[in-house]
Protein backbone atom coordinates (compact mmCIF):
# COMPACT_ATOMS: atom_id res chain seq x y z
CA UNK A 1 0.00 0.00 0.00
CA UNK A 2 1.49 3.16 -1.06
CA UNK A 3 0.42 6.24 0.73
CA UNK A 4 0.07 10.02 -1.17
CA UNK A 5 1.30 13.01 0.12
CA UNK A 6 -1.99 14.02 1.11
CA UNK A 7 -1.97 11.36 3.49
CA UNK A 8 1.17 11.82 4.83
CA UNK A 9 0.54 15.30 5.48
CA UNK A 10 -2.28 14.24 7.36
CA UNK A 11 -0.25 12.10 9.48
CA UNK A 12 2.01 14.60 10.32
CA UNK A 13 -0.98 17.02 11.57
CA UNK A 14 -1.97 14.77 13.70
CA UNK A 15 1.59 14.22 14.81
CA UNK A 16 1.99 18.24 15.02
CA UNK A 17 4.98 17.97 13.14
CA UNK A 18 5.89 20.80 10.59
CA UNK A 19 7.58 19.49 7.53
CA UNK A 20 9.02 21.16 5.22
CA UNK A 21 8.22 20.83 1.13
CA UNK A 22 11.65 18.82 0.53
CA UNK A 23 11.00 16.09 3.36
CA UNK A 24 7.77 14.98 1.74
CA UNK A 25 8.53 13.23 -1.08
CA UNK A 26 11.20 11.05 1.30
CA UNK A 27 8.19 10.54 4.20
CA UNK A 28 6.18 9.33 1.78
CA UNK A 29 8.50 6.74 0.59
CA UNK A 30 9.87 5.27 4.09
CA UNK A 31 6.07 5.51 5.78
CA UNK A 32 4.60 3.47 3.02
CA UNK A 33 7.30 1.16 3.50
CA UNK A 34 6.82 0.65 7.00
CA UNK A 35 2.55 0.57 5.92
CA UNK A 36 3.74 -2.44 3.06
CA UNK A 37 5.62 -4.64 6.46
CA UNK A 38 2.89 -4.12 8.40
CA UNK A 39 1.07 -5.61 5.97
CA UNK A 40 3.51 -8.07 5.41
CA UNK A 41 3.87 -9.10 8.66
CA UNK A 42 -0.38 -9.53 9.09
CA UNK A 43 0.36 -12.49 6.58
CA UNK A 44 2.15 -14.35 8.61
CA UNK A 45 -0.16 -17.77 9.99
CA UNK A 46 -1.14 -17.09 13.18
CA UNK A 47 -3.35 -20.35 13.81
CA UNK A 48 -2.90 -21.85 17.44
CA UNK A 49 -0.11 -19.31 18.43
CA UNK A 50 -1.25 -18.51 22.35
CA UNK A 51 -0.62 -14.59 22.34
CA UNK A 52 2.06 -13.69 25.44
CA UNK A 53 2.51 -10.94 27.74
CA UNK A 54 6.11 -10.76 27.13
CA UNK A 55 8.59 -13.16 25.30
CA UNK A 56 10.51 -14.54 27.91
CA UNK A 57 9.29 -17.66 30.23
CA UNK A 58 9.92 -15.55 34.11
CA UNK A 59 7.96 -14.54 36.66
CA UNK A 60 7.29 -11.32 38.38
CA UNK A 61 9.18 -11.26 41.87
CA UNK A 62 6.86 -9.58 44.95
CA UNK A 63 7.78 -8.20 47.89
CA UNK A 64 5.91 -9.53 50.77
CA UNK A 65 2.79 -7.24 51.32
CA UNK A 66 3.55 -5.91 55.07
CA UNK A 67 3.42 -2.73 57.13
CA UNK A 68 6.53 -1.46 57.73
CA UNK A 69 5.83 1.88 58.82
CA UNK A 70 3.91 3.01 62.33
CA UNK A 71 0.49 5.29 61.96
CA UNK A 72 1.59 8.22 62.63
CA UNK A 73 -1.56 10.28 61.31
CA UNK A 74 -2.25 11.79 65.00
CA UNK A 75 0.97 13.45 64.94
CA UNK A 76 1.28 14.93 61.24
CA UNK A 77 -2.54 16.46 62.29
CA UNK A 78 -0.97 18.36 64.77
CA UNK A 79 0.12 20.65 62.48
CA UNK A 80 -3.29 21.11 60.54
CA UNK A 81 -5.25 24.26 60.92
CA UNK A 82 -8.44 22.13 61.21
CA UNK A 83 -8.92 18.23 61.65
CA UNK A 84 -12.02 16.77 62.49
CA UNK A 85 -11.91 12.58 62.94
CA UNK A 86 -9.12 12.08 61.72
CA UNK A 87 -9.56 14.20 57.92
CA UNK A 88 -8.23 17.56 57.01
CA UNK A 89 -11.14 20.19 57.06
CA UNK A 90 -10.06 22.88 54.07
CA UNK A 91 -11.94 25.87 53.47
CA UNK A 92 -15.30 25.71 50.78
CA UNK A 93 -13.72 26.96 46.91
CA UNK A 94 -16.79 26.03 45.20
CA UNK A 95 -20.38 27.24 45.74
Do not use: C, W
Request: glycine share 2%; charged share 30%; hydrophobic share 40%.
Amino acid sequence: MSLTEDQVQQIATLARLKLKPEEHAELVDKLSRIVDFVDHLSEADTEGVVPMAHPLDVAQRLRPDAVIESDERDRFQENAPSVTDGLYLVPKVIE
